[in-house]
């Protein structure tokens, strides 16, 4: 097809030449022939050499459209309105669409709205300045609706040439643009873009991460300032609480050291650390002597047990003080010279940077055992005057319960008289009636002696008796008191009870006292009335012996209540206000307690408690 239209051309210059070969000479033909020939042959050659050429050509396009299809980087050409002439694969893949369904279509539709201005500003900068120019754009991920494609962005499309954006992943494209012309001298702009995404993302993340990192840090900085002002608010307090430690360590060895109680801190194995100005007073050593020598407790408080108790695997360096933590304990001590002195003793334990140690205050019991001898003495000489007051208003009945014994006597002494008078008497029967004599005058004579061994002054001695002889011998002394006032007197004591270890005498009077005050109660209640008085004995849950004193009558005012166990206060005429007092002091002594419940009109119990022998012995 080529070769006839080149060959329609040659003939129609021929034509208009003007040249008529059929005219020319016959030389003039042979040398135009020749040039003719000449002419073909280089011709032929010309296109031979255009043939190979255009085979090379060729090739160049074949390869160009190769590599340029197998570029990873797209290549467009936009003409000057910015619409797509020509992409390659890479730019198909960028743009989710073929060549074909782009071809016409303007670039501006594949990018994101917010970055189209700023694209038309660039592709005019292109044209107007004729230079290269660089954008980076945000481009959705799209694809033109048709038959062999599916839009991954929108469910609905109205036209198959409707552009789908998927809002849910977009990536950015770096354009590079430059001018050019066409063959037809039309503007073009050949431009190349490659994904930047992940670029603009991490440079984007870095910078997230910058921006984060710097709040971070300007955080850190901040909380750090804030920790270095508490820290130095710290030290500053640390500073003060210095201060006040050293203050209240000077205070508080002011304290120890006037404190009339000596103070004495030792390790637990007994190692003495600290002693006050007391215990050089106390046992005439100095402080040096004491402390920070080596020196043990046990050279000023011997120690009396044998076998050492142990505390948390720790063995206490000071047996005899090992029950003393937290109460009082009477102990001996030993001053500088070999004298001994009661102290009273009690026992913190503390710990001290993981070193447990005891804090010993000990007070000097010398005049305080004084005091209680003279106490002591002072209550027998009061309990021996209520005895005495007590036998006075007895003294009718115990002078009835001798008057019997002695009528005896001598209404047996006058039978002996008859019976000697005959010659022939009954020996036997006579006898009989001296027994009886002797049995009459032994009763009188426990009775005086019961009643001289009360009313007689005498210090607290102790002895194992037992309850229901304690009881008798207290009941025995006022029997004949209780018949007459008409008292009805019952007991409810168990058998088998455990002894006690007390004063007797002391224990007696207790509770000829209550039985005394429940009399003089009773009398006051109507003749008609039954006069009821018992007395009780049992075990409580401290497993101590309880004695109760109960009557029926009309009670303890209430007004009274709080008052009669205080020295001098009495509600009688002629009472001394001291029964109650001298009963609650004997029967602590006996490390007991002494109390009462009173209801008006339904009468008055009076009880009080007594350890077991065992225990009030410390067994």
């Not at 020319?24 to 011709?43: G, N, T």
């Not at 695997?313 to 001996?332: Q, R, W, Y």
């Amino acid at each position: 097809m080529a070769s006839e239209n080149l060959r329609k051309k040659a003939e129609d210059r021929v034509s208009k030449s003007g040249t008529q070969l059929t005219e020319l000479p016959s030389a003039e033909v042979q040398k135009l022939l020749y040039e003719f020939q000449v002419h073909q042959i280089e011709l032929e050659l010309q296109n031979e050499e255009l043939k190979n050429t255009q085979h090379e050509l060729t090739v160049s396009r074949d390869q160009y459209k190769q590599l340029y299809n197998a570029s990873p980087i797209g290549f467009l050409t936009l003409n000057s309105t910015g619409n797509i002439i020509k992409a390659n694969t890479a730019a198909e893949k960028f743009l989710g669409a073929s060549e074909k369904i782009m071809m016409g279509k303007k670039f501006g539709q594949f990018i994101d709205s917010s970055d189209q201005d700023t694209f038309y500003v660039f592709v005019q900068d292109i044209l107007n300045t004729h230079t290269e120019q660089s954008l980076i754009i945000r481009l959705y991920s799209s694809a033109i609706k048709s038959t062999d494609m599916v839009c991954p962005g929108i469910n609905h499309c109205n036209t198959t040439s409707e552009i789908c954006i998927n809002n849910d992943h977009a990536s950015y494209l770096q354009c590079r643009g430059s001018y050019g012309v066409d063959e037809s001298t039309e503007e073009q702009i050949f431009l190349s873009i490659f994904d930047v995404t992940a670029e603009k993302n991490a440079h984007e993340t870095i910078a997230c991460l910058n921006d984060k990192l710097e709040q971070k840090v300007f955080e850190q900085n901040n909380i750090l300032n804030e920790n270095n002002q508490a820290l130095l608010n710290q030290i500053e307090k640390l500073k003060l609480y210095k201060r006040r430690i050293v203050d209240r360590e000077a205070m508080l060895n002011s304290i120890f050291n006037a404190a009339t109680e000596g103070i004495v801190t030792t390790q637990l194995s007994g190692l003495i650390v600290y002693v006050n100005d007391t215990v050089e007073s106390i046992f005439g050593y100095q402080k040096q002597e004491l402390v920070n020598c080596g020196i043990n407790i046990r050279l000023i408080i011997p120690d009396t047990q044998k076998k050492t108790p142990k505390h948390g695997g720790f063995e206490f360096g000071h047996p005899s003080l090992f029950d003393a933590n937290g109460k009082i304990k009477e102990v001996t001590g030993v001053r500088k010279d070999g004298t001994t002195l009661p102290l009273d003793i009690s026992i913190a334990q503390f710990e001290v940077e993981e070193i447990e140690y005891l804090t010993i205050i000990l007070r000097d019991a010398t005049s305080r055992k004084l005091q209680e001898e003279r106490a002591q003495t002072h209550l027998d000489e009061l309990a021996h005057v209520t005895r005495l007051g007590l036998m006075g208003e007895l003294a009718s009945g115990i002078a009835h319960e001798v008057n019997q014994p002695l009528e005896a006597i001598s209404a047996y002494c006058q039978a002996c008289i008859n019976l000697t008078e005959y010659k022939n008497y009954d020996q036997a029967l006579l006898k009989e009636v001296l027994q009886k004599i002797y049995q009459q005058v032994l009763n009188a004579g426990q009775i005086i002696h019961r009643l001289r061994d009360f009313v007689k002054s005498k210090k607290i001695h102790r002895s194992t008796v037992e309850v229901h002889d304690v009881i008798d011998d207290a009941v025995s002394l006022c029997a004949a008191y209780l018949k007459y006032n008409n008292i009805h007197l019952s007991f409810n004591l168990p058998e088998n009870l455990p002894t006690l270890s007390v004063d007797s005498v002391q224990i007696e009077q207790v509770i000829l006292n209550l039985i005394k005050n429940s009399i003089d109660a009773l009398k006051l209640n109507p003749n008609l009335m039954t006069r009821n008085l018992s007395i009780q004995a049992v075990i409580n849950q401290k497993n101590e012996i309880e004695i109760r004193i109960k009557d029926n009558g009309p009670g303890i005012p209430l007004n009274e209540q709080q008052k009669i166990f205080t020295p001098f206060y009495t509600s009688k005429s002629e009472g001394m206000g001291m029964g109650l007092s001298i009963c609650r002091s004997i029967i602590e002594s006996h490390k007991g307690v002494l109390r009462f419940n009173s209801l008006p009109d339904k009468g008055t119990t009076f009880y009080f408690t007594l350890p077991v022998m065992g225990v009030a012995n410390g067994g």
